[in-house]
């Protein structure tokens, strides 16, 4: 299919590679307001999700590849076009994850959403960097609970 736009980027996050993975593959984590995610059913491949925003349809999306602990892919199909979002969780030494997004627009009339891809080049960067602040909020709760000697469910 071809690619008529993409873009890459890269956060780390102070956080194991295992804990990262389970905190993004778990859509009640995701956090983007005004938006909210839904998943019908399991973080698997050909599982369906949508985000819906106030005011507007909502977006329907496809989990199309995982690899556990490791990456996912997820498609938003349009009209002879799809954005593909493509995500990569790599350890990078003790306790430290590299998490990468890789985000294209693909399809025969991607021309047509090319306004709509665009708005992620200002936004992703932010986006993950407010992704790895919260897995590290979160390990670092985790963390803090199981010294204690309580119990997490992550």
Known sequence: MRVIWEMTHSVEADADVDFAWRYWSDVGNWDDPPATFELEGAFAAGARGWTRIPGQPAIVWFVREVTPGEGAAIEIPADGAAMWFSWGFEGVGVGRTRITQHVSLRGEKAENYLGFAKTF?????????KLAAAIEGRSKEVTKQRRKGKKSKD
């Open 121 to 129: 080049e200002a936004n992703l960067p932010g986006g993950m960097r």
